[in-house]
């Protein structure tokens, strides 16, 4: 789709920017999943590995973030 094509990878990360998560970990890791999202389809698969090495979070509070941004509807 022509239209999807125009996400840049600073439109993914701006968005993820004005988002309210309810807290600094959650919006750390919302703004690790943008950096490696897809600019196509959004989609992103890094490890929690990766998001904890990334944003100097526990792997742990990683899983914890990302179930409760899932959870919240991100």
């Not at 999943?33 to 998001?51: G, Q």
């Not at 090495?53 to 409760?68: D, G, K």
């Amino acid at each position: 789709d022509a239209a999807m094509s125009a996400f840049t990878p600073h439109d993914i990360c701006a968005w993820a920017g004005r988002q309210v998560v309810g807290g600094a970990k959650r919006k750390a890791v919302l703004n690790a999943l943008a950096l490696f999202a897809d600019r196509m389809t959004w989609e992103c698969w890094p490890s929690f590995a990766l998001i904890a090495q990334y944003t100097e979070i526990a792997e742990r509070t990683v899983s914890r973030a990302v179930a409760e941004l899932e959870r919240d509807g991100f």
